[in-house]
């Protein structure tokens, strides 16, 4: 995908644009820059059709163009600020050629709504040389007026630039992360019994292999995040855990997040952006994955360091609230309860090391091993490569021949 953005207006001399309360070729480049931030994060091509300056008004229209037509582009966007004669004008509309009614626009201003403008709504463009000369589909998008006090309290107490980066963003490319199939070879309709076994097996299998989460504290964040697999996130973005995109490449999911203030109070936090992923299997491993190599200093150090390979539950629920992991106050106290509640820490549990009796190795086919645990871990391996394999235990001298022949 390929998107076109345009800062609307010069940054000084012919083209600039209208001033009021705020100047507008200030905060088309502060809108439009956060929403190429946005773009380019979820692995989006984006093209800068800004220019700042222009011998003429003509000139600067005619170089925007030439910009957004070098290529071939899924949308052209050209931010814009408003303005009316007595200033009393207020609300946020979009301009497309003919007044098409692409259901992108309508979202856009349906969202920008949301935030509190005016809905003046999808309107006829052809008139506007950037929308009739663009080859792409294009949209010009009035965000709201920018000599209207109202107006501009609406801008701002919803995060500014941001907050309208985001409006937009969410109307355009939410198309192309939704929906995130559902996996048709999981369950995801199970009891909670069943969802604890399945969440247990995988967490159980990475632990003895990465050794990164402990089971019982996966099974528990699992439940309590996705509501026991039935939450908006793990039933349409496959996703058991609430994870927001922090260098994540990969499928995105939109919806807001409620998110507790360190006094207690609830705020929502409009539009934000998800993991998704393509089964609750790989939702687990990411998890752990993420918890083994979040960092917010560079890779300086890890974030959850403690967390990782805590054999002990009630620490590492600990550890997991202390290094900032959920903002809910309670978030500790409710993963200890329910490891307690519903006996998780049977899956902590692993058969006590096996040592083969002197002279003899467990054996698995590619491989002998002292440790029985070792021969189950190549076993792991190879199920997953599609080789099914048996571990039987024979005499040192007999597998040495065997190794060496
Ligand atoms: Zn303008």
């Not at 920018?146 to 109307?171: F, R």
């Amino acid at each position: 995908m390929t998107i076109g953005i345009n800062c609307g207006h010069t940054a000084s001399g012919p083209g600039y644009g209208a001033v009021g309360i705020i100047k507008e070729s200030e905060h088309t480049r502060l809108v439009g820059h956060a929403l190429m931030g946005l773009f380019r994060q979820a692995g989006v091509t984006v093209i800068d059709c800004t220019v700042d300056k222009a011998g003429a008004q003509q000139e600067y229209l005619a170089a925007t163009v030439a910009l957004a037509n070098r290529q071939d582009l899924d949308w052209f966007i050209s931010i814009h600020f408003n303005a009316s004669k007595e200033h009393t004008g207020h609300g946020a509309e979009i301009y497309t050629y003919k007044g098409r009614q692409y259901p992108d626009a309508l979202e856009v201003c349906a969202n920008l709504t949301e935030l509190g403008f005016k809905n003046r709504g999808v309107k006829e463009g052809t008139g506007l040389y950037v929308i009739q000369k663009t080859k792409a589909k294009s949209m010009l998008i009035e965000v709201c007026f920018c000599d209207n006090q109202q107006d501009i309290d609406i801008y701002q107490a919803t995060g500014g630039a941001e907050g309208i980066a985001k409006a937009i963003y969410k109307g355009i490319y939410k198309k192309v992360v939704l929906p995130v199939k559902p996996n048709l070879e999981e369950n995801h309709h199970l009891d909670r019994q069943g969802f604890h076994e399945f969440v247990g097996r995988i967490a159980q299998s990475d632990w003895r292999e990465h050794h990164i989460v402990l089971p019982s504290v996966v099974i528990a964040q699992a439940a309590i995040e996705s509501s026991v697999g039935a939450s908006e996130l793990a039933q349409n973005a496959n996703a058991l855990f609430g994870i927001k995109l922090n260098g994540w490449a990969g499928r995105i999911y939109i919806k807001d997040a409620v998110e507790q203030n360190p006094d207690g109070s609830y705020r929502v936090d409009k539009n934000e952006q998800w993991r998704a992923y393509d089964s609750w299997e790989q939702s687990i491993l990411d998890h752990n994955e993420y918890i083994a190599t979040r960092s917010t200093d560079g890779g300086k150090t890890l974030r959850y360091g403690p967390v990782i390979g805590c054999s002990n539950y009630i620490l590492a629920c600990q550890y997991l609230k202390q290094c900032g992991y959920a903002t809910a106050e309670n978030y500790e106290e409710n993963l200890i309860n329910y490891i307690e509640k519903y006996g998780l820490h049977q899956y902590d549990e692993f058969e006590p090391e096996q040592i083969a009796p002197e002279g003899h190795l467990w054996i698995v086919q590619a491989g002998a091993y002292k440790s029985l645990n070792n021969a189950k871990r190549l076993q792991n391996k190879l199920k997953k490569m599609g080789v099914v394999s048996l571990i039987k235990i024979y005499q040192e001298t007999f597998a040495v021949s065997q190794s060496v022949g």
